[in-house]
């Protein structure tokens, strides 16, 4: 199919952005902006020539998986940045080869996936070889600008309001692992009794020791791009919440250690689906998460910091509505200090939605230099 039919909305777009633009006016070029994105399964519609000049684009993330060669050609023929996002800990096929490597409960067997989530778990080798297998070529074959890990953290669903997130891996693998690495004496109980002991008395030690095996896949991964793209960016796509939200889960339950991870992250890619998880009607709540993200680790949104941020914002209706009237709001509070870019989630399902998308343009064409 040509190009051309598969963007039927780039004909309304160009009659609208022809029409003198009355709310420009109420924006401001934000130059401290670099980066102004969108994420998409696949860039279907941003291809063709001129296409990103006139939604105001200049960088496109996508899943490592659509990257090719000509879309990569094709983007860069437009002066945009491309990224790929790369599934870290969320590729559930591998468990049907592999069932030694889904996730341990408390009480001893395979954890359900919550809400249908699976998570792989942390110390199984062969699946960390599989991933860092495809990571490293991804890196190889494609001239992209950066790569962004997804699904970093463990086995729970946490992308809505009200998350479940079961205590695991207490697999054998695990509980070995962290009794010799943490150099802590286990007594040989069965896993029930262990896992209590792991979540009670050693529970600071036992957090500790999975967000570290989650910082050393990362640390594997920078390594990796050092090798092979050494000038590309090391970016992550996290969970939202700050340290002490859902009583410490970041940490406690994702493993998820944010200061641990910013030694081999560039890029901090917050996630705060305002709609999708409990604030509908506060998109407030978006720069409230990303300043507290930039207090936690020490970045401004000055120039030439090693580190940044740029949120990934909710546009596209999952779980919850984000009306049109909101658009110009969003990517207000996704653009503001100390984030230095802003991309918005998601491309496939939003690209449909012509009136949100003429919104995004004209914001993105304002905050343009
Ligand atoms: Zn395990």
Redesign the pocket.
């Known amino acids: 199919m040509p190009l051309t039919n598969l963007i039927p909305y780039l004909s309304i777009s160009v009659a609208f952005l022809a029409m003198p633009l009355a709310t420009a006016a109420a924006g401001e070029p934000r130059p401290h902006v670099e980066i102004r994105g969108v994420y998409g399964w696949d860039p279907t519609g941003l291809l063709e020539p001129g296409s990103l000049d006139e939604l105001g684009l200049n960088a496109v993330f996508m899943s490592s998986r659509q990257v090719t060669t000509e879309r990569v050609a094709l983007l860069k023929q437009q002066g945009a940045k491309v990224y790929a996002e790369f599934n870290t800990m969320h590729v559930a096929s591998f468990l049907e080869d592999n069932p030694d490597a889904a996730?341990?409960g408390i009480d001893g067997e395979v954890s359900p996936p919550p809400h249908g989530w699976q998570g792989i778990?942390?110390?199984?080798e062969g699946y960390r070889q599989f991933r860092m297998d495809e990571f490293r070529e991804v890196l190889s074959n494609f001239e992209i600008d950066g790569i962004w890990l997804d699904y970093h953290h463990s086995h729970a669903s946490w992308e809505r309001a009200e998350p479940a997130m079961p205590d695991?891996?207490?697999?054998e693998?695990?509980i070995d692992q962290f009794e010799q690495q943490t150099k802590t004496k286990l007594p040989g109980l069965a896993t029930p009794e262990l896992a209590r002991l792991l979540l009670g008395e050693h529970k600071e030690t036992w957090v500790q020791w999975r967000c570290d095996l989650f910082t050393d896949w990362i640390r594997e991964f920078r390594a990796i791009l050092d090798e092979t793209r050494p000038r590309a960016l090391l970016g992550t796509y996290h969970c939202p919440w700050s340290d002490t939200d859902y009583d410490g889960a970041l940490r406690d339950k994702l493993a998820i250690d944010l200061k641990a991870q910013a030694e081999y992250i560039d890029v901090f890619s917050i996630m705060p689906y305002h709609a999708r998880f409990g604030h509908a009607d506060d998109p407030a709540w978006i720069s409230r998460q990303t300043a507290w993200l930039g207090q936690h680790l020490g970045i401004k949104g000055t120039p030439n910091e090693r580190h940044r941020i740029w949120p990934i914002v909710q546009l596209s209706d999952w779980g919850e509505t984000v009306p049109v009237d909101q658009v110009r709001e969003v990517l207000d509070h996704g653009s503001r200090r100390p984030a230095t870019g802003v991309m918005v989630f998601n491309w496939g399902s939003l690209r449909g939605q012509t009136d949100k998308v003429e919104e995004m343009a004209v914001y993105y064409r304002e905050i343009r230099e």
């Open positions: 996730p341990i778990c942390p110390s199984h695991t891996c207490f697999c693998r695990c």
